[in-house]
């Protein structure tokens, strides 16, 4: 199992000497926080996925139009989130090849 360290605040980051930028330490920072809320997404998706194959149909029709709004408003929200663990892919691949960060 891997060994947990935190990761520098923002703050810290911002702080750091411009001879640090980019260096090893922050690439391996930027590339954890990038899986951590990649985990995140996916498992909001996962949740989701859940959630709507578990819901049944109410009876009454303004449930049902609550119940749908809700599902419409939700499946919103992951379609955004899918097309952001794509950017977050693409920045991981950019750490891989070393121009990550670089403008």
Known sequence: MSKTTELP????????PE???????????FRQRLLNEEKALREAAESTTH???????APDPTDR??????HTLELRVRDRERKLLKKIAQALKRI???SYGWC
Do not use: F, I, P
């Not at 605040?9 to 750091?16: C, F, H, I, N, V």
């Open 19 to 29: 001879s640090e930028y980019m260096s090893e330490a922050q690439l391996q920072a």
């Open 9 to 16: 605040s923002d703050a810290e980051l911002l702080a750091a």
């Open 51 to 57: 959630h709507l194959q578990e819901t049944e149909a």
């Open 65 to 70: 139009a609550s119940a749908e709004e809700e």
């Open 96 to 98: 891989e090849d070393g």
